[in-house]
């Protein structure tokens, strides 16, 4: 009895730790001037939002107009479709952790580049991942895919929904919500996607533990 007290302190002292840690990373980001963007027109940094406990997280490429304006990662239309497909599986926002490859709305919605890519996540979301130590990392579309993966590009069609070991958590590629929008043709598979993530999260052992389906990505041949 004495011992499942002692375990349970260690755990909530582990989980504050965390979160202080978050938030100290999420004020220190807010005058971030590492990269070009933040000159580039930018009203807030977007750092993140959500369950800093969460077994799942999802990455997204960088924050748009909206996000831009409210601080906050996924508000626009493709973060509407995104709370759906969520709440399609069960989940609520306020289950998972959100965030984006880089934390600053490029000029125009460009694509990031890859040293503002390379500064941003080595500065902010390699210490997000470590921190909220999730089970999956749900990755939307190429970008956020290719950097978690640590690969140059990867084609979505060929990983979607498919589930890669790396560093104690699963990857999980998945098409980006805005894909649907553009298309209703990429609806169909981005909700299979969140089904496999649903399957993949009520799976009994750890996630992190499980070696079965385990994919070696770098011989994958993903190019
Ligand atoms: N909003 C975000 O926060 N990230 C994206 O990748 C797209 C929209």
């Not at 409210?70 to 508000?75: C, E, I, R, T």
């Not at 969140?194 to 999260?201: A, T, V």
Request: glycine fraction near 8%; include cysteine; aromatic fraction near 8%.
């Amino acid at each position: 009895m004495q011992r499942l007290f002692k375990y349970k302190l260690l755990y909530l002292w582990e989980i504050g730790d965390r979160m202080t840690k978050l938030t100290s990373l999420a004020e220190s980001s807010r005058g971030c001037e590492l990269c070009p963007l933040a000159k580039q027109g930018r009203t807030q940094v977007v750092f993140g939002d959500g369950n800093e406990d969460a077994d799942i997280m999802f990455i997204g490429e960088g924050p748009g107009f909206y996000e831009d304006k409210q601080g906050k990662p996924f508000v626009g239309a493709a973060g509407k479709l995104l709370t759906q497909l969520l709440e399609s599986i069960g989940l609520r926002r306020e289950d998972v952790y959100i965030t984006n490859v880089v934390k600053c709305r490029p000029p125009q919605n460009r694509d990031p580049k890859p040293e503002e890519i390379e500064v941003c996540t080595n500065e902010y979301l390699f210490m997000q991942v470590q921190e909220i130590e999730p089970k999956i990392v749900a990755t939307l579309g190429r970008f956020a895919s290719a950097v978690i993966l640590g690969l140059k590009d990867v084609s979505m069609g060929r990983v979607h929904g498919q589930k890669f070991k790396k560093d104690g958590y699963f990857v999980v590629p998945i098409y980006h919500p805005a894909a649907a929008l553009h298309s209703r043709a990429n609806l169909e598979p981005l909700a299979e996607d969140f089904k496999k993530l649903k399957e993949y999260l009520e799976e009994k052992s750890e996630v992190r533990a499980e070696v079965s389906q385990e994919v070696e990505v770098e011989q994958m041949g993903l190019f």
